[in-house]
């Protein structure tokens, strides 16, 4: 059997994808048998125009990390689908938006407002901010141009498979992989590598009656180290999260975050942990219940922690 | 279309047995009120999912409401406390969001109270007239 070529890429996202895909363990091995590695910036050394170069579905799968927040995430976005027979969507990033999708609660100008001329540990009294060309004595010097609105992979082109997890566990990565080295894949659109129900149903921790008069961030207390989390009034989004991971940061005596995005059925990740948190409010009265719910200070931070740019809201509206 | 003419469209939802019978009666009633709200009837308030008031805004609603029964009223005895914790945090939400406070707003009526719902649609639309219509917001992207 021919190599099979496999590509990866990161587009706006922090790398711990890259890292993840090590803890495939010594199945990097059996990988390195199997397939060569075409083009994947963090791991291999490679160039943009010699993946232009190759001819269409040359490269059988291609993990692709990362959200889509500017031109060359686009681009590149619009190359490797070109290329590839498999495009997998992999890590939370590309698959609805994660970390670098909280950038939806702005805009271009503000972030660069924030980041570059307004945050108070930067000094810069010319108000100098990135440009997309300048003109240098040795030549016009480009950079890519940040969009208003971060996407997730599947809004700019078309996705084979999705891969939750920020990041994805060593089990799922080998699991994909496996799927395309043995050609048993699953139906187009799947996601792979994750269970179906919500997280509590595989977190160990004993759930009792939710009922929660006041709401804590997790340096305020220590919580019990077998009840339910959210029970003692930590935001625990398990309720309203794909399961899939082990349950790993419930196990650790901290909430869990999200990171593996709404299970089946649910459109909106964010609403649901939202309404799930707020019914279980152990009050009847609307003040006493506002009071309650104010220490919540971060509401899109809490519930879109991962999944902003693919709720139904999609962004901060912005005038 | 200047804002004379600008029409709120607002979703309401409204629970079967008090604020829907409210609307019912203000109907029979011929209370007059504005034309603005496209009623969906639930079977308690405590049915609305917060993920229904998104889907209406991102489909075109101007505002949303939600209208369920008086506290002690609910036919599910607790689902209007139910709700009435969920759009408090919506409301928190929404905010954040950057859609207006007057976009959005739970409220009670019974099933006694055509005109206090008719009153609610007349508050709401004066209001959401105010601040236009609600036009999505994307940036560039391209």
């Known amino acids: 059997m021919a190599k099979l070529k496999v590509a990866g890429y990161w587009a706006s996202s922090c790398g711990g994808c890259e890292i993840a895909t090590l803890e495939i363990g010594a199945n990097i091995v059996k990988l390195a048998e199997l397939?060569?590695?075409?083009?994947?910036?963090?791991?291999?050394?490679?160039?943009?125009?010699?993946?232009?170069?190759?001819?269409?579905?040359?490269?059988?799968?291609?993990?692709?990390?990362?959200?889509?927040?500017?031109?060359?995430?686009?681009?590149?976005?619009?190359?490797?689908?070109?290329?590839?027979?498999?495009?997998?969507?992999?890590?939370?990033?590309?698959?609805?938006?994660?970390?670098?999708?909280l950038a939806n609660v702005a805009n271009q100008e503000q972030i660069f407002d924030?980041?570059?001329?307004?945050?108070?540990?930067?000094?810069?009294?010319?108000?100098?901010?990135?440009?997309?060309?300048?003109?240098?004595?040795?030549?016009?010097?480009?950079?890519?141009?940040?969009?208003?609105?971060?996407?997730?992979?599947?809004?700019?082109?078309?996705?084979?498979?999705?891969?939750?997890?920020?990041?994805?566990?060593?089990?799922?990565?080998?699991?994909?992989l496996e799927a395309v080295v043995t050609g048993n894949l699953p139906a187009k659109g799947s996601i792979v590598g994750a269970g179906t129900r919500a997280l509590c149903d595989e977190c160990k921790r004993n759930k009792e009656e939710k009922k929660v008069k006041k709401f804590y961030r997790t340096h305020q207390i220590m919580p019990d180290p077998d009840r339910c989390l959210l029970e003692q009034g930590l935001l625990c989004a398990g309720l309203a999260t794909r399961e899939g991971c082990g349950a790993l940061c419930p196990a650790a005596g901290m909430p869990c975050t999200g990171c593996y995005g709404p299970p089946d059925g649910v459109v909106d990740q964010g609403a649901k942990f939202m309404s799930a948190v707020a019914s279980i409010v152990d009050s009847n009265d609307p003040a006493e219940i506002a009071v309650i719910l104010d220490d919540i200070k971060d509401p899109i931070g809490t519930f879109y922690r991962y999944s902003l740019p693919s709720s139904i809201l999609r962004r901060v509206q912005i005038k | 279309m200047s804002s004379a003419d600008f029409q709120p469209k607002i979703v309401g939802f409204l629970c079967n047995w008090c604020s829907y019978a409210g609307a019912d009666l203000a109907g029979t009633s011929r209370t007059k009120y504005e034309p603005s709200i496209r009623i969906i009837r639930?079977?308690?308030?405590?049915?609305?999912?917060?993920?229904?008031?998104?889907?209406?805004?991102?489909?075109?609603?101007?505002?949303?409401?939600?209208?369920?029964?008086?506290?002690?009223?609910?036919?599910?005895?607790e689902g209007n406390y139910k709700a009435a914790r969920r759009m408090e945090l919506l409301k928190n939400m929404l905010k954040q969001f950057g859609i207006e406070e007057g976009r959005f707003r739970f409220d009670m009526a019974s099933a006694s109270e055509g005109d206090r719902f008719a009153q609610i649609v007349n508050e709401m639309t004066e209001e959401v007239k105010k601040l236009g219509p609600y036009v999505k917001y994307e940036g560039a992207i391209s």
């Open chain 1, 114 to 176: 924030r980041v570059f001329v307004s945050c108070p540990s930067v000094d810069n009294p010319d108000k100098v901010i990135p440009q997309t060309s300048y003109q240098a004595p040795e030549g016009e010097l480009t950079l890519p141009k940040i969009y208003d609105t971060v996407r997730p992979l599947a809004a700019v082109i078309d996705v084979d498979y999705f891969v939750p997890g920020c990041p994805p566990t060593g089990e799922q990565t080998w699991a994909v």
């Open chain 2, 42 to 77: 639930v079977m308690c308030s405590g049915r609305v999912d917060p993920t229904f008031v998104l889907e209406a805004f991102n489909r075109g609603a101007d505002g949303v409401c939600v209208i369920g029964c008086h506290f002690g009223d609910c036919h599910y005895l």
């Open chain 1, 35 to 101: 397939a060569d590695i075409v083009f994947w910036p963090c791991i291999v050394d490679g160039k943009y125009k010699d993946v232009e170069a190759m001819t269409d579905g040359e490269i059988d799968l291609c993990l692709f990390n990362g959200a889509i927040q500017n031109e060359e995430n686009e681009h590149q976005a619009k190359v490797l689908r070109a290329k590839s027979k498999v495009m997998v969507a992999y890590g939370s990033c590309s698959y609805e938006g994660c970390i670098p999708g």
